[in-house]
């Protein structure tokens, strides 16, 4: 009995032992290896900014551009017109300079440089482009169209006028020249346009 119990002994040590040994085969097969981490890992692009789209402009309403364009082209200065060899000779009697007028007012005639046969006609709240006319009365007149003004010289005098309002601007302009020539029509009066020979005599 006792030879027995030492085998059955022995035998439950070795079952013992193999159980062990194969719990732990087991325990380390299901534990999965670690991965030691990679050095070099690739890193995620950058991300790029979104492009910033233009914005298409305003389309401006046909209708508004219609109604802006006359008013545009009428700011625009015209060309001016060449003169003639008639309106450049009279431009060369032009009386130029300072011209002192009656109550006190004045006018400055300046010829331009750059435009022959033009004048700048100014005073106070008034300036004037104008150009000589031809006229069958031998005065000389210059005429600023657009604004509908005349300056109109004689010979003892000058005068500016506005046509579109039938007013003198400006009266008894005088040049030295033709303070001379009006001292001289007091010495000696021009004589009458209505020949009075001969009135109030009785027969």
Known sequence: MISI??????????VGSLLLSLGVSLA??????????????????AKVPAKVTAKAPAKVPLKATAAVLPATLAALPLAEAHLGTDELAIAERVHKGHLPCELGASVQVEADARQPGYFDVRGKGFRYRM???TTTTGAIRLEDKK??????????KSMLMDQNKGRR??????HPEQVAVANAMKLNPPPSLIDTTGMGRKD
């Open 5 to 14: 119990s030492s085998k059955g002994i022995a035998m439950q040590k070795a």
């Open 28 to 45: 380390g097969a299901e534990t999965p290896p670690k991965v030691p981490p990679a050095k070099n890992q690739a890193r995620a692009p």
């Open 131 to 133: 150009h000589p006319v």
């Open 147 to 156: 604004a509908g003004a005349v300056w109109l010289q004689l010979a003892n």
């Open 169 to 174: 601007i400006a009266d008894e302009c005088a």
